[in-house]
């Protein structure tokens, strides 16, 4: 399995605060992405990496930004956190992308917000 | 941009019986189909997956299929047992940058 791990597991934090989860990968995948998981909507892609520095937007994209300064992390952060924002966030990493590039999912980082 | 539709949400069967589960995709470029199971507390995994120039692909138990003319792709579990219990996706590729686009996910439950 690839290492991945997600930081922190859970937490619970104030509308309008900011919070920053993080994503550490072992592998040396070149891509890194961030989803979210809810009920009735399934993976939903927010923010993706396909190497240092360049990032892109995802189908939900809207309240989070996301940085890259290392191979290994992808940081995903809320600027200003709202009850909507409440969610499993799942880190995953791959070496390709599309046809060949299996993602590897983190163990999810579980997000609420109050 | 692509749209994918799974169904059902919710599955039951009991031990032995098989367990199919259809996606439906909207876009016609897309040519990586993978299916995850997702056990609870955990992040998906891949069980397996297809391409756009095969039909049908099979690995032990389990087993996609695809109809790129109808844009439909299923997942067939045969002889399902307990540990078979999990969320299942599936997904596909979605534009030039081919990242995935999920399911909403089935709920697979194996009554012994």
């Known amino acids: 399995d690839a290492g991945i791990t997600q930081s922190p597991r859970h937490k619970v934090t104030e509308t309008g605060t900011p919070v920053t989860l993080r994503c550490h990968q072992t592998?040396?995948?070149?891509?890194m992405y961030w989803y979210r998981q809810d009920p009735g909507h399934g993976l939903r892609l927010i923010h993706y990496?396909?190497?240092?520095?360049?990032?892109d937007k995802g189908e939900v994209s809207d309240g989070y930004s996301v940085s890259r300064s290392k191979t290994e992390d992808f940081l995903l952060t809320l600027e200003s956190a709202t009850s909507s924002q409440t969610s499993v966030y799942f880190c995953a990493s791959s070496s390709g992308q599309g046809v060949g590039g299996e993602l590897f999912f983190g163990e999810g980082s579980r997000l609420t917000v109050l | 941009g692509e749209n994918v539709e799974q169904h059902p949400s919710t599955l039951s069967v009991q031990e032995g019986d098989s367990a199919v589960i259809k996606c439906t995709y909207s876009d016609s470029a897309s040519n990586y189909f993978p299916w995850y199971k997702q056990e609870l507390g955990k992040g998906p995994q891949l069980i397996i997956d297809?391409?756009?120039?095969?039909g049908e692909k099979k690995d032990q138990r389990i087993a996609v299929t695809l109809n790129k003319t109808a844009k439909h792709f299923s997942l067939h579990i045969t002889e399902t047992q307990p540990e078979d219990s999990a969320v299942y996706f599936c997904?596909?590729?979605?534009?030039?940058?081919?990242?995935?686009?999920f399911g909403k996910g089935t709920k697979l439950s194996v009554k012994p």
């Open positions: 297809i391409r756009s120039n095969v």
């Open positions: 997904a596909a590729t979605s534009g030039s940058q081919g990242n995935l686009i």
């Open positions: 990496s396909y190497g240092v520095k360049d990032t």
């Open positions: 592998e040396n995948h070149r891509y």
